[in-house]
Structure formats: C-alpha cells, structure tokens
C-alpha cells in the first residue's frame, strides 16, 4: 500500500524518543533549586511542549532565568542517562523512509538538546529529511510557524502531510498549519487532554500508528 502522507512530521519529546522520566526529573531539579518547590509530576510536565523559557516562566516569570538554568545543566547532565528510545519507532521511520515519505522534526528544542538526544540515539536520526528548532522560528507551538516552516523545507503540501504529536501544543499547531494531525498517547499527555484539540487520529501504540501511516505489516 502507498503511505497515506507523503510528508510526516513528528514531534521530539514524547513522541519519536522517552524523554518524559528526563523532562520531569529536569524541571524537578529546576524548581527545587530555584524557587524551593516540590511540585506534582503533571504540574512538572504540564507545559511540556512549549518553548523552555514558556515552561520556566510558567513556573516563576521572575525567576524563569535561573530556572532555565537550572534544567539545562542538568537535563544535558543525565540526558545519556535517562533518554530511551520508543520500542519500533526506528523501524517505522525506516519503513517510511522507504516508502518515499518525507520525514521531519518539528520540536521546541533548541538545537544543541536535540543533538544530545540524537547523539544517545542515532539510529533515530538517520531516516530525517529536516529537523525545524527552536532557532528556526519566530514564533513556537502552539502556533503553526514550525510546521510551515517544516513543510516549506520539505517542498510538502498541508493536504499530503501530518503531524504526529503526544501533546496538545503539537496537535493545535497541526491544526492552524492545515495539515492531518495524530495525537499519541505514549507520551506526557493522556487522551482525554489530546482529543479536547480535536486531532484527526488518535492512536495508543506505534503498531497502531504503523498500519495508520503504511497499512501494517513488516
């Protein structure tokens, strides 16, 4: 069966690699640090997904400076540590690349994080045509700039291309931008939250999102 996108798009964190023991740990150490907290892990991750210096000022517009501080040395300090990669995530993106598809990031990471996260897991990075960042955009989800941008370095059409992402931001962004989005719920958000933004798919598992995607099949 032909792909049912010619263009894929996926969100980083949560989605293409584990990140969520590590984003929580690092805004734990974060807040702890810095403004003294001890905050429930959703309170932690709730932002997940919005540019970092959003999550910080999120906690504390005064101190969000420090804070962002604080997360990066030890987000960069534990990421060999703490990232795993999504059992069949690789094949998917291999299986697509074959395909044909076209296959891009679109994160709020700045780029020197998403390199450390690539450099623990290259095999992710191997199938990518683009990677759009934090460096790339004026604006940042939940607005649409980062997936034009990504569907203008890839030559992709909104009808013919999809975002793939595990949290709200992802699937708002999506939708402003005109493109097919699917919402996972592997990641730092539960359903319930995603189907609130009115995604296109939503889907459990990556078997799920294969036969979504490319039919099934090996």
């Not at 996108?5 to 740990?25: M, N, P, S």
């Not at 996260?117 to 604006?139: K, N, S, W």
Request: charged fraction near 25%.
């Amino acid at each position: 069966m032909p792909p049912r996108f010619g263009t894929v798009l996926f969100d980083l964190d949560g989605t293409v690699v584990d990140t969520v023991a590590l984003i929580r740990e690092s805004h734990r150490h974060a807040v702890r640090t810095v403004l003294g907290l001890d905050l429930s892990d959703d309170e932690l991750t709730a932002n997940v997904g919005r540019p970092l210096i959003d999550q910080m000022r999120a906690f504390s517009d005064e101190h969000a400076d420090a804070l962002l501080a604080a997360q990066r040395s030890w987000n960069h300090a534990h990421t060999a540590e703490l990232i795993a990669s999504y059992p069949g995530m690789d094949d998917l993106l291999r299986r697509l690349h074959e395909a044909g598809c076209r296959i891009g990031i679109v994160t709020s990471k700045s780029r020197p994080t998403v390199d450390l996260a690539f450099d623990a897991l290259p095999e992710i990075a191997r199938y990518l045509d683009d990677v759009v960042g934090l460096e790339d955009c004026t604006t940042h989800k939940p607005g649409p700039e980062p997936v034009r941008v990504a569907l203008q370095h890839l030559n992709g059409l909104p009808g013919d291309a999809c975002y793939v992402g595990d949290a709200p931001f992802d699937i708002t962004a999506g939708n402003a931008a005109g493109v097919s989005t699917i919402a996972v719920t592997w990641g730092f958000f539960d359903r319930a939250a995603l189907e609130a933004e009115h995604p296109d798919f939503v889907v459990d598992d990556i078997p799920a999102l294969d036969a979504l995607l490319l039919g099934g099949g090996s």
